[in-house]
Nanobody, 116 residues
Framework: QVQLVEAGGGLVQPGGSLRLSCAAS????????MKWYRQSSGKERELVAS????????NYADPVKGRFTISRDNAKNTVYLQMNSLKPMDTAVYYC?????????WGKGTLVTVSS
């Protein structure tokens, strides 16, 4: 059974940091690119960051460049999203995605709220 389980969300003040994790099981993790998406209230889901299967190539959406870092530990079947200098606009549900076209797996999401 395929599972992607996100953790690490919560309430944080502007300027603070959070580290999200996504534990994968039930598929060959090292064969899949991993991505983080987010969706805030009333908006479409958007891609935040991605990392290739080997962990060499990383890409970020413009709003998070220089603040967020995606990484993966293939020995632990886990992908991370380190989020620094958080802003209220980062408030959203963050989803983990595993992709090896045409296959897509999704987690259920973890809520991040940035507020004072």
């Amino acid at each position: 059974q395929v599972q992607l389980v996100e953790a690490g969300g919560g309430l944080v003040q502007p300027g603070g940091s959070l580290r999200l994790s996504c534990a994968a099981s039930g598929f060959s993790f090292t064969d899949y690119a991993m991505k983080w998406y987010r969706q805030s209230s009333g908006k479409e889901r958007e891609l935040v960051a991605s990392i290739d299967s080997a962990g060499y190539r990383r890409n970020y959406a413009d709003p998070v460049k220089g603040r967020f870092t995606i990484s993966r530990d293939n020995a632990k079947n886990t992908v991370y999203l380190q989020m620094n200098s958080l802003k209220p606009m980062d408030t959203a549900v963050y989803y983990c995605n595993a992709r090896r076209s045409p296959v897509d797996y999704w987690g259920k999401g973890t809520l991040v709220t940035v507020s004072s």
